[in-house]
């Protein structure tokens, strides 16, 4: 079988390409670009639909569940599609530095709320990240966000393997799902 390239490794390589070119092309004699404080901001609950940054998390991070190709899944507050990681320990998460980058990790500042399409209440949770963040957890696992999924119900993170370990969507019981992700030709 051939190497397979997901389009989330080849997407977190040209976004990691495009910011070493953009660091080593600062004037200063290829000494490398200091890292802004906004870089490391994970996106909040009710980030902007374009999926980027938000500068705080909110107050109440809600959760709910839609139907999507690959069956009832876990989406925030804005119907955009969660994900667990596989290399996490039970309310710990491994995602840190790069990977926080590609999948932002779902902040609240507040208790997480269980929203519509049968997301329960009692599975809800946080875990404090290393600098003090809550992140949302549902059944024990931390969860992240996609910077490949454009809108609402995209699911290109799907069995994505980066950062050492495999990305899934969760169902409502708050276990993996492993569904394969259908290619939908988009691509990168």
């Given at each position: 079988?051939?190497?397979i ?79 667990l ?24 500042s ?26 949302v ?45 259908r ?6």
């Open positions: 079988m051939g190497t390239i997901s389009r989330a490794t080849a997407m977190a390589a040209t976004l990691l390409c495009a910011a070493t070119a953009v660091g080593c092309s600062g004037g200063d004699g290829g000494a490398p670009a200091k890292k802004s404080a906004a870089a490391e901001r994970p996106v909040a609950v009710t980030a902007s639909a374009s999926a980027r940054p938000s500068p705080s998390p909110t107050a109440v991070g809600k959760v709910s569940a839609r139907s999507t190709s690959l069956g009832k899944i876990l989406v925030d507050g804005e119907g955009r599609t969660l994900y990681f596989e290399a996490d320990k039970e309310n710990k998460s491994t995602c840190t530095g790069d990977c926080v980058k590609i999948w932002p990790p779902l902040l609240t507040g208790k997480p709320e269980a929203g519509t399409g049968g997301v329960k209440a009692d599975l809800l949770a946080t875990t404090t990240r290393d600098k003090g963040a809550k992140q957890t549902y059944n024990g696992h931390p969860l992240y966000r996609f910077t490949g999924d454009h809108k609402p119900g995209d699911t290109n993170g799907q069995g994505d393997v980066s950062f050492h370990d495999t990305w899934y969507v969760l169902s409502r019981s708050g276990t993996k799902n492993t569904t394969p992700q290619n939908t030709g988009g691509g990168y």
